[in-house]
């Protein structure tokens, strides 16, 4: 029992760090809209192929909630250039996932 209890337990993560998303620096939306979260994979991958430091900017911020500084630090940027890209990444990517299937 207590080999199947620790096997479970390791499978859910058991002595993770436990990482909670800041959703005050997520992009803005109502309560009532969904994030079809293929639809933005999809969209990330795409900013990827054009822009590879502004997805690796979004991926931080949004889904690692890590600040400016700690997303400049881990990049090797400055601050600007973190705030520069988040702007225009975000701005994108809310373009993009307004088009729906056009990508699809």
């Known amino acids: 029992m207590d080999y199947e209890r620790n096997r479970r337990a390791a499978k859910r993560g058991a002595g993770a760090t436990r990482l909670t998303l800041d959703t005050s620096i997520a992009a803005p939306h ?3 809209q969904e994030v079809d979260l293929l639809a933005l994979d999809q969209a990330l991958d795409r900013l990827a ?6 997805s690796q900017i979004i991926e931080l911020r949004y889904f ?3 600040t400016i500084e700690d ?5 090797g940027i400055s601050p600007a250039t973190v705030k ?3 702007t225009s990444a975000r701005a994108w990517l809310l ?3 307004g088009r729906g299937d056009a990508h699809a």
Do not use: A, H, I, V
């Open 30 to 32: 109502s309560p009532s």
């Open 64 to 66: 690692g909630g890590l």
């Open 95 to 97: 373009r993009e996932m």
């Open 71 to 75: 997303t400049s630090e881990f990049l």
């Open 49 to 54: 192929k054009m822009d590879f430091q502004q």
């Open 84 to 86: 520069r890209g988040w």
